[in-house]
């Protein structure tokens, strides 16, 4: 926010004007669009309509927001779809559309730290994204619905956002959908209410969330729901998918053998979704991890472990992601291990037999992307765990266990960066890890032997 307070031209002509034009991207340098200036969303309540045979969309959208300065004008991200009425405060707001940017002027300035509400009322046909990666984000359609996964820009397909992890709120959706279909969210459950051959379904997620991770994926489903110790769970699973009970009936154990490790589970409610998708991979959803299908137990294992490593502790910027990957990548190995697999040692010492030469396999270093279409690099999810492995090597099986619940701890439901986890390393250690975390995040190429 203090980028844009620095491309204004000085504080008195902001005082003159008596506000700015919030920003059109919070500054990530992967996505310089994504995210807003100006302002912070505490809750966004979603109220969405979706015909699977159309493909139509209606969603009225009310969302509560501080102003972080004095704004004229400010903007949300929402791509494809159609606002037709924006109010501010309840009066209605001019708007227009630029790219990504859903640019309103409200009809008085909001003054700096002062909460204000946005009402958007929007429909169409959600379009879905194609990432730099290539793969499909956003509302994705299925034969039966719809199968939603947002990482890292699809928000804005569905619903009017301000689209960066840094930016994280309470998420309330309403989803109406023919009878015979169900529309699956994050957290609770609180009711079904069924009228003229439809059905709504209110969700109800009170920990702040990134906007990637919020879904409302709809279809066919059979719901299971269950107490694990003090957590609601709730499974969801399109009768088409096959054989993947044994696996989902795991997600007990998983969940209590990572909280021994990482520090108690962050959110209050559990679960799983698995829906045949054209999209290839599967989505740590917050508290209701996303699968095209019926995947293994260790792609169960990697996408819980992200309830702790990316869904509660949250990225502050996406070139920062190996904070989310390495970390799954790691709980994965764990798991394994655990369960009488490999062990963390064979896993690190097989990864790091990869010769020098593979350089699709060590770069880029997992600490420097470059691109966003590296996001999901193998190398940001190998190496990424690489490097927990060999911190645990270095520091200690005790000292680093104690850096992972700090981490967990310290940064529950919020954001944090590199240079944070660094910090925290070095405090359980004692030692100085500049040049450690230098040679395994930075330096690009195999790091050679004894050179950490
Ligand atoms: N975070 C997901 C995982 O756990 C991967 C998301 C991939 N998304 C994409 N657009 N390529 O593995
Ligand atoms: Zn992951």
Do not use: C
Not at 89 to 99: D, H, I, L, W, Y
Not at 231 to 247: E, I, N, Y
Not at 283 to 309: C, D, M, N, S
Request: net charge negative.
């Amino acid at each position: 926010m203090a980028a844009v307070v620095v491309a204004v031209a000085s504080a008195s002509a902001v005082a003159a004007a008596g506000g700015v034009d919030g920003a059109p991207g919070v500054g990530d340098p992967f996505f310089p669009d994504a995210g807003n200036g100006g302002y912070e969303v505490d809750r966004y309540h979603l109220d969405i309509s979706y015909s699977p045979g159309s493909a139509n969309l209606v969603g009225h959208e009310r969302l509560r927001a501080t102003a972080t300065e004095g704004l004229d004008r400010f903007d949300l991200d929402l791509r494809g779809l159609n606002p037709d009425r924006v109010k501010v405060n309840g009066e209605p707001a001019t708007f227009s559309r630029s790219g990504q940017e859903l640019i309103i002027t409200p009809a008085a300035i909001l003054p700096a730290n002062s909460p204000f509400t946005v009402q958007v009322d929007y429909a169409g046909t959600p379009q879905t994204i194609t990432d730099p990666d290539g793969s499909p984000d956003g509302w994705i359609r299925t034969d039966d619905g719809a199968w939603v996964a947002s990482e890292p820009q699809g928000s804005p397909s569905w619903f009017a956002a301000n689209d960066h992890p840094s930016d994280k709120a309470e998420f309330f959706l309403h989803a109406t959908v023919p009878a015979g279909l169900k529309a699956i969210g994050n957290g609770r459950l609180v009711k079904v209410v069924r009228h003229h051959g439809l059905r709504t379904f209110e969700w109800s997620e009170p920990v702040p969330m990134a906007t990637y991770l919020a879904t409302a994926t709809i279809g066919r489903f059979n719901v299971t729901r269950s107490h694990l110790d003090g957590l609601r769970s709730l499974v969801a699973v399109d009768p088409q998918v096959q054989g993947f009970g044994k696996t989902l009936a795991k997600i007990p154990q998983i969940v209590r053998f990572f909280s021994t490790r990482f520090g108690p589970y962050p959110f209050k409610d559990v679960g799983a979704i698995a829906d045949p998708s054209p999209a290839a991979y599967s989505l740590e959803v917050q508290t209701r991890p996303l699968f095209p299908g019926a995947v293994g137990e260790i792609t169960l294992a990697h996408e819980l472990a992200h309830q702790w490593f990316g869904d509660s502790v949250s990225l502050k910027t996406w070139p920062d992601i190996w904070l989310n990957e390495g970390f799954a990548t790691f709980a994965q190995w764990l798991w394994g291990q655990h369960t009488g697999g490999e062990s963390l040692k064979h896993d690190f010492r097989h990864s790091y037999a990869t010769p020098a030469s593979d350089s699709g396999f060590w770069d880029p270093p997992p600490g420097d992307p470059g691109t966003p279409a590296n996001l999901f690099d193998g190398t940001i999810y190998d190496r990424g765990a690489m490097t927990l492995e060999a911190l645990r090597e270095k520091i200690g099986s005790h000292d680093f266990y104690v850096t992972l619940r700090a981490w967990a701890h310290d940064h529950r439901w919020g954001n944090a960066t590199t240079a944070q986890f660094i910090h925290t390393a070095e405090t359980a250690s004692g030692k100085d890890l500049a040049h450690f975390f230098h040679v395994w995040l930075q330096r690009p190429g195999k790091p050679a032997p004894g050179s950490w």
